[in-house]
């Protein structure tokens, strides 16, 4: 015991300033004994308190016509679909434990889909965000191995699609992978549970696993930078079950379905304290816990291991207390531990007894976010980097086009994923309906609805290196881009905002800058933020000097197609479909791929953007969806023309035949990734039509050329077939995996 008293006094020291210490006392009245200690350095940590966030994310625009629950009111946020039905979204990350142990990638599955639950909807749809370091690395190609597998392991287990995703590699994370993972689930709208205790004398019941004594403080280590003075810090890994979560998710539906739940929240970081404290505040309530009736898997554990052990496959759950009985009876035949660990009171105190010793006594409020939980707004200064443009003029010609071409398909951030996604269920209950219908978003049916949901990810750290405003703006414009080329009309935004040590003015600035930037784009837009986390110390300190990750605001985007018959794939249809490109392309090769891979320029402005003509474009395009006047729609990004014009080739072993225009050098046409640019495909019969609207529109337009049967043709000039673009295109991940 005497060990663990002094980890715990570590801890303390670690996860509490002088300042916060101090102010504890003042908001208590009175010192604070060790066990309460730390409950506030878990409770005031960055994971859970977001003292450094929340004052720019409370400002982010959340409220909209199709919004039933808010960000920030519950443990995700729920959207309108159809009728009875309602989608409930979660954005997280798990960045700390997947550095330090990649195969704890599969905690942050279980994690975000456990999120689902307690809002009662059932998970389906998964989509994965990860950034790792130069894949030239022997030791960075196995930690990508190691986290695709523990994904796998969880979702495939759980019976969950993933659906899409985003796969980056730059050498800022070489030390810190990241791990942002986007959910959503369908629940009724009359099953919708809160995670607020509603009445005094309801019943505190621990449903799931027996308690580890993992993840102790896990909250706190996630809010600190990697150094080799904090290795003690590391907490127990946590292992994930996905069978044991399966069969608590179809428990705990059966229960909801019952009517028996009055209020549940996810055993998460902070463990059944933050579960307790969190549920009790939002619901004006108070708590008492008993130590004792918490089940365990070993004896050895504390009261503070107990209650702050992040134990995997676990719920909190509020319950009448006539209704016991039922739910003890549906537990017994899944076979899942349930223990009855505490009671609602209604005098707003965190009571923990152990032998009817009283551990602690506070009030719910002094530990929570919006409560006693410090708000910080810290001091930020503008790095002052030169923002450099670079044009096409300012580079050398490469010369030989072709090899550039078989260069990009190839370079890592822009070949085929298919590799990695073969390693993970993309069909499990046959609602992904992109497996047969590629399109720039992930697309589910809905049972009972002819309402499709379509979902995207989207963020390019090297937008937002020098521009963290602007880059952040591109993110969220083709993230939601992304689903009108699908059909679709974007209706909520989810963000993870992964940045490095807020306490530095220059990560602050950035990180201020990009939540702005997402403030204006979303309210332009009518697009409110439905979910969103922030990671903060995403930094790695080594002998006298700290590594960090690149500002890595990621975009998850949520849209409805009205119909099946709206659904549009990237996937040319037809030899002799006319290809057109909306929107302009210019000589600007600003923050492009092509800059950084062929001539090693990284360090540049954002591309240009304008945020009321990617509006206009966006409209445009869902018009011509609409109206059946384009075959496929397929944005411009990564990589730029070339690059999406041979994945719209792809799926039907189709080529082009295209012409470059005059007063754009050829490299930054096909290279270039200037924004708000679609390409589509147009049938004969179409043509008359979609040109009458698009002169109507005034809108930029370049006629590109036409479908062939497999040769790729720029200028006239033989760029070789689509079969050999295939096979390079789909193979070179798993080349370089290979070594």
Same mark, same amino acid.
């Given at each position: 015991m005497g060990n663990r008293n002094e980890i715990h006094q570590q801890q303390i020291s670690a996860f509490l300033t002088s300042d916060e210490r101090y102010s504890i006392d003042t908001l208590l009245g009175r010192k604070p004994n060790d066990f309460e200690l730390n409950m506030f350095a878990a409770m005031w940590s960055e994971h859970i308190s977001y003292k450094s966030s929340v004052r720019w994310i409370e400002d982010l625009p959340v409220k909209g016509p199709n919004i039933l629950v808010q960000a920030g009111d519950e443990n995700a946020g729920v959207i309108d679909i159809d009728g009875d039905l309602a989608c409930v979204i979660k954005m997280e990350s798990h960045n700390h434990?997947?550095?330090?142990?990649?195969?704890?990638?599969?905690?942050?599955?279980? %994690? @975000?889909?456990?999120? &689902? #639950?307690?809002?009662?909807?059932? +998970?389906?749809?998964q989509l994965n965000i990860l950034r790792f370091g130069d894949l030239r690395d022997p030791k960075i190609r196995e930690s990508v191995k190691s986290v695709v597998r523990a994904l796998g392991s969880y979702s495939n287990?759980? /019976?969950?699609? #993933?659906?899409? /995703?985003? @796969?980056?590699?730059?050498?800022?994370?070489?030390?810190?992978?990241? &791990?942002n993972l986007m959910a959503v689930g369908l629940v009724k709208k009359d099953r919708i549970i809160t995670a607020s205790f509603k009445k005094k004398g309801d019943q505190v019941v621990l449903i799931g696993r027996k308690t580890s004594g993992s993840g102790v403080h896990g909250a706190g280590f996630a809010s600190t930078p990697f150094s080799g003075n904090t290795k003690h810090l590391v907490p127990e890994t946590q292992l994930a079950d996905p069978h044991s979560g399966k069969i608590l998710c179809d428990s705990l539906m059966e229960m909801n379905e019952a009517g028996l739940i009055s209020a549940m929240q996810d055993v998460g970081a902070g463990g059944v304290l933050c579960a307790a404290s969190e549920m009790a505040f939002r619901g004006s309530r108070g708590v008492r816990i008993d130590v004792d009736s918490i089940p365990v898997m070993r004896e050895d554990l504390?009261?503070?291991? !107990? &209650?702050?052990?992040?134990?995997? =496959?676990?719920?909190? !759950?509020? @319950?009448?207390?006539?209704?016991?009985?039922?739910?003890?009876?549906?537990?017994?035949?899944?076979?899942?531990? *349930?223990?009855?660990?505490?009671?609602?009171?209604?005098?707003g105190k965190l009571v923990v007894v152990q032998d009817e010793d009283k551990l602690c006594d506070l009030p719910v409020a002094s530990l929570v976010r919006g409560g006693g939980a410090p708000v910080y707004i810290r001091d930020m200064k503008d790095p002052g980097r030169k923002v450099v443009k670079v044009s096409a003029d300012e580079v050398p010609f490469p010369g030989r086009l072709k090899e550039v071409a078989r260069t990009m398909i190839v370079h890592p951030n822009i070949a085929s994923r298919r590799d990695i996604y073969e390693q993970f269920d993309t069909m499990a209950g046959l609602s992904n309906m992109g497996a047969f219908f590629p399109s720039d978003a992930g697309v589910l049916s809905i049972p009972g609805s002819k309402k499709l949901i379509a979902l995207s990810v989207d963020g390019n750290s090297r937008y937002v290196?020098? =521009? +963290?405003?602007?880059?952040?703006? !591109?993110?969220?414009?083709?993230?939601?881009? %992304?689903? #009108?080329?699908?059909?679709?009309? +974007?209706?909520?935004?989810? %963000? /993870?905002? %992964?940045? /490095?040590?807020?306490?530095?003015?220059?990560?602050? *600035?950035?990180?201020?800058?990009?939540v702005k930037g997402i403030r204006l784009i979303s309210e332009k837009m009518q697009v409110p933020v439905i979910a969103g986390n922030v990671s903060l110390n995403n930094v790695t300190r080594r002998d006298q000097t700290s590594v960090s990750v690149q500002p890595t605001p990621v975009i998850g985007m949520v849209g409805i197609i009205e119909n099946q018959e709206d659904m549009t794939s990237i996937s040319f249809r037809s030899k002799g479909d006319m290809i057109y490109m909306l929107g302009r392309s210019s000589n600007d090769l600003s923050g492009s791929e092509y800059l950084a891979a062929i001539h090693l320029v990284e360090e540049t402005a954002a591309p240009e953007f304008d945020l009321d003509y990617e509006m206009q474009l966006q409209q445009i395009m869902q018009t011509l969806i609409r109206d059946g006047l384009v075959r496929s729609a397929h944005d411009v990004s990564l990589g730029g023309l070339f690059v999406a014009l041979v994945e719209c080739c792809l799926p039907n072993n189709l080529g082009f035949d295209i012409t470059s225009p005059a007063e754009v050098r050829t490299d930054a046409f096909l290279f270039g990734e200037s924004q708000s640019r679609i390409v589509v495909s147009v049938s004969e019969n179409a043509e008359t039509a979609f040109l009458d609207f698009m002169i109507e529109q005034k809108f930029p337009l370049s006629a590109l050329g036409h479908v062939t049967k497999q040769e790729l043709r720029i200028d006239d000039s033989s760029f070789g077939f689509i079969t050999d673009y295939a096979r390079d295109f789909e193979n070179a991940l798993g080349k370089l995996m290979e070594g």
């Open positions: 434990p997947t550095a330090v142990n990649p195969g704890e990638a599969a905690v942050g599955v279980g %994690n @975000i889909h456990r999120d &689902l #639950v307690a809002m009662g909807a059932r +998970p389906v749809a287990s759980f /019976g969950v699609p #993933v659906v899409g /995703g985003e @796969i980056l590699f730059d050498d800022s994370y070489a030390y810190n992978p990241l &791990l504390d009261p503070i291991d !107990i &209650l702050l052990s992040q134990s995997q =496959e676990q719920m909190l !759950i509020s @319950i009448s207390p006539g209704n016991l009985a039922r739910l003890r009876e549906i537990a017994g035949k899944w076979e899942i531990m *349930h223990a009855t660990i505490g009671e609602v009171t209604d005098d290196r020098r =521009e +963290p405003r602007k880059g952040t703006m !591109i993110a969220v414009a083709e993230a939601a881009r %992304n689903i #009108v080329c699908s059909g679709g009309k +974007p209706v909520a935004l989810a %963000n /993870g905002l %992964n940045f /490095g040590d807020p306490g530095d003015l220059r990560v602050y *600035h950035d990180f201020t800058e990009s």
